[in-house]
């Protein structure tokens, strides 16, 4: 997310328009947050709806904490706000599946801290030197852009934990969709491409150094799977059909029991937040592992596309974005390459050639390695700030409480 154009930036200083511009995104951010657990009781703020998932009251606290670390002590110099807290939202050393034992603010508490972060950091906002001539962390504005996108980022996870949870919890106004999904695939020529993103402008650490690659040529569907293909696949038997899974994916299978997508029900309905309708052909389908998108694959005489596949289809056809933005609680008919849903692709999550980490390792090295599986896009869940072709997101290839999908290639 880019609030101002730093090469037209004065020496020396950032005008004032600018300053208040990060002041009115933080606030649009936190607006965004709030409203979305308006409707959740305190209760079911309190409660660890899924072992995957933290309390949703954990994750404002956190949403503060990491305010407080990176805008006001590291990029503004003061000292904490509350230390006893730093151990409780240090999201890299207490795992999700502990994060309810572990003594974090309750709902009133937790509001009032996210209000005293805040008013400091815009305290440290107003002498902010965000110029290119700033420090490495404010130079350009960066750890105010870091900041708003932590901020989107952890509404969708929000979101993620509000879809597990039970019925009951969360029962927003789903938007109506109409029109029908893209149909076919495209080739894309062999040759050169830059992928990642350019050295201007707020990225991630893993979305850099931006470098050449020469892809092969290949095919690659036009829009990403639909739930009415896929139907198709578990029609045809494609959950008890070995040859269709790798040896892990066949375990996780054969373990877990799955039939069927995470919120599909046997009778052919689809459980969305706290309304169950039938499974509608055209969306593309969600909810599935890395494991159920490569068996699908194989299924249909494909495979998955490396994500430089993916980065440079969607360099060439990807200028049309689907739904994201969250308040449509809901993806429209498959197509786009950015927005609906997260795509599955066949690349486990690594740095790029040169790759340093910055601002902190925990955000991207610590994950480096054949763990995590690439996903590629945005989600409708996805805020705009995050929703670009570079962005690289990642999981366990057996999750599938993402917003997540994936499109086929050859």
């Not at 954990?58 to 002590?73: K, R, S, T, V, Y």
């Not at 650490?205 to 009415?228: C, K, M, Q, W, Y």
């Not at 689809?270 to 159920?292: G, K, Q, T």
Request: net charge negative; proline share 8%; aromatic share 12%.
């Amino acid at each position: 997310m880019r609030l101002h154009d730093s090469q037209t930036l004065p020496p020396g200083g950032a005008e004032p328009l600018e300053i208040q511009g990060y002041a009115d995104a933080l606030a649009e951010a936190r607006a965004r947050t709030l409203a979305l657990v308006a409707p959740v009781s305190e209760t079911d703020l309190d409660r660890v709806h899924d072992e995957l998932m933290s309390p949703l009251v954990w994750d404002l606290g956190h949403i503060a904490a990491f305010e407080d670390l990176w805008l006001c002590q590291r990029a503004g110099g003061l000292e904490p706000l509350e230390p006893d807290l730093a151990i409780v939202y240090d999201a890299s050393e207490i795992p999700r599946s502990e994060r309810g034992d572990i003594p974090y603010l309750r709902r009133d508490d937790a509001f009032n801290y996210m209000e005293a972060v805040r008013e400091r950091a815009l305290s440290v906002l107003e002498r902010a030197d965000i110029s290119p001539g700033g420090d490495r962390l404010n130079a350009g504005g960066f750890v105010w852009d870091m900041l708003v996108q932590h901020e989107h980022q952890h509404n969708e996870t929000m979101l993620q934990t509000l879809q597990l949870a039970a019925p009951g919890c969360y029962s927003p106004d789903r938007a109506a969709v109409s029109g029908k999904p893209a149909a076919g695939s495209f080739g894309v020529e062999a040759g050169p491409f830059e992928m990642g993103f350019p050295a201007e402008g707020f990225a991630y650490d893993n979305e850099r150094p931006r470098h050449e690659l020469d892809i092969p040529a290949f095919e690659i569907d036009t829009a990403p799977v639909s739930n009415g293909a896929y139907a198709e696949f578990v029609a045809d038997g494609g959950y008890a059909r070995r040859s269709l899974w790798t040896e892990p994916g066949w375990e996780w299978r054969q373990a877990a029991d799955v039939k069927r997508p995470l919120y599909w029900t046997a009778d052919g309905a689809e459980r969305r937040f706290d309304a169950i309708e039938a499974v509608n052909p055209d969306l593309p389908v969600m909810h599935v592992s890395w494991f159920e998108a490569d068996a699908f694959a194989r299924w249909r005489g494909a495979r998955l596309p490396t994500e430089a596949e993916w980065e440079k289809a969607a360099a060439l056809h990807g200028s049309e974005t689907g739904h994201l933005d969250q308040l449509d609680f809901g993806p429209g008919p498959a197509g786009p390459f950015v927005g609906d849903c997260w795509e599955w692709t066949a690349t486990w999550f690594d740095g790029y050639p040169g790759f340093r980490a910055f601002p902190y390792p925990e955000y991207s090295q610590v994950f480096f390695g054949a763990e995590y599986r690439v996903l590629r896009g945005a989600s409708w869940a996805t805020r705009p700030s995050v929703a670009r072709a570079t962005f690289r997101n990642w999981d366990y290839p057996e999750r599938r409480q993402i917003f997540a999908g994936f499109r086929c290639a050859r």
